[in-house]
């Protein structure tokens, strides 16, 4: 079946130290975008990849890095720069066809920094 | 940038019956999507329903059509014959085909359904 994987599901941190979220594609989509989800703030985006080998900083960038080598992943690192990182991550994607207009969400990664 | 207001944080809507889900938006493009996107307990985001802005006839989806206004940059969203499992957050998004196809998220509504 095609879809978004996201790993992993929960994952946890001490402060100060970096740590990388998954995003993996089947789906042949060539965009990927990366968010953050707080309560009450909807999803930010945070990063996002057109094609291979480049990238785009989002409305939140500060504090986070991604990586675009294969166009089937796209993972984020959360740097210790990262002030407040514990939130609900969410990875999707997006066909670039003239009709691929909508985006398509992976299961999310919640990350809680102890 | 492109905002997207929602302006119900919590709805509630009694079993069997509609309900009407409130987004503006605001933009000075002429040709852009809108979605509304449903997200349950589980977190995972779900396409609903899709516009695009140069086609005037409305979208529907079964029991989920919209309420495309673009002169007024509106867009609601309507659930007829309520089911429990509409229950979630519903979120309304704009993409821009410009801006690096950036979408826009507003804040969310909090649907309740009522047994």
């Known amino acids: 079946d095609g879809g978004i994987t996201q790993s992993p599901k929960y994952l946890f941190r001490k402060e100060g130290q970096n740590v990388t979220l998954s995003c993996e594609q089947n789906l042949n989509h060539d965009a990927m975008y990366w968010y953050r989800q707080d309560p009450g703030q909807g999803l930010r985006l945070i990063y996002y990849s057109q094609i291979v080998n480049d990238f785009q900083k989002g409305d939140i960038a500060e504090g986070y890095s991604v990586s675009r080598e294969k166009k089937e992943s796209f993972p984020l690192t959360v740097t210790s720069a990262q002030k407040n990182p514990t939130a609900f991550y969410l990875c999707?994607?997006?066909?670039?066809?003239?009709?691929?207009?909508?985006?398509?969400f992976g299961p999310g990664t919640r990350l809680t920094v102890l | 940038a492109q905002t997207v207001t929602q302006s119900q944080p919590e709805m509630s809507v009694q079993e069997a019956e509609t309900v009407t889900l409130s987004c503006t938006y605001d933009t000075s493009e002429s040709d852009y999507y809108l979605f509304w996107y449903k997200q349950p307990p589980s977190r995972q985001m779900i396409l609903v329903i899709r516009?695009?802005?140069?086609?005037?006839q409305n979208a529907t989806e079964n029991r989920f059509s919209v309420n495309f206004q673009k002169a007024a940059k509106s867009f609601s969203l309507k659930i007829s014959d309520s089911q429990l499992g509409d229950a979630a957050m519903y979120f309304c998004a704009y993409r821009s085909p410009n801006t690096g196809n950036q979408f826009y998220f507003g804040t969310g509504t909090s649907l309740t359904v009522i047994p």
């Open positions: 999707a994607s997006r066909p670039r066809t003239s009709g691929g207009a909508t985006q398509y």
């Open positions: 516009q695009e802005a140069y086609k005037q």
